[in-house]
């Protein structure tokens, strides 16, 4: 059985950081490229990042420069390295696998139960 289990949110004021872990079982998580997605109250979900099993990322322009996406295949841990948050970053984070990138940018084959990360002053 497939699980991706999340952990790292929580509350944080603008301009601080918080690291995201996602731990995953049930598949080959080497060959998976894993990504992180978000939904904010009203809104529709949205890629974050994305990490292909070679290591190749990709991020969504509103968090470049700010967000680094990695892995750890020993652990089988994804991680999302947040800093400079902003009040606009307050959303449900989800971890996401699937089979390349391309199918990241659209959808998952597995998710995870999401973790809340509110940034507030």
Not at 65 to 90: C, H, W
């Amino acid at each position: 059985q497939v699980h991706l289990v999340e952990s790292g949110g929580g509350l944080v004021q603008p301009g601080g950081s918080l690291r995201l872990s996602c731990a995953a079982s049930g598949f080959t998580f080497s060959s998976s490229t894993m990504g992180w997605y978000r939904q904010a109250p009203g809104k529709q979900r949205e890629l974050v990042a994305g990490i292909s099993s070679g290591g190749r990322t990709n991020y969504a322009d509103f968090v470049k420069g700010r967000f680094t996406i990695s892995r750890d295949n020993a652990k089988n841990t994804v991680y999302l390295q947040m800093n400079s948050l902003k009040p606009e970053d307050t959303a449900v984070y989800y971890c996401a696998a699937a089979r390349t990138l391309r199918e990241l940018m659209t959808s998952a084959d597995y998710w995870g139960q999401g973790t809340q990360v509110t940034v507030s002053s």
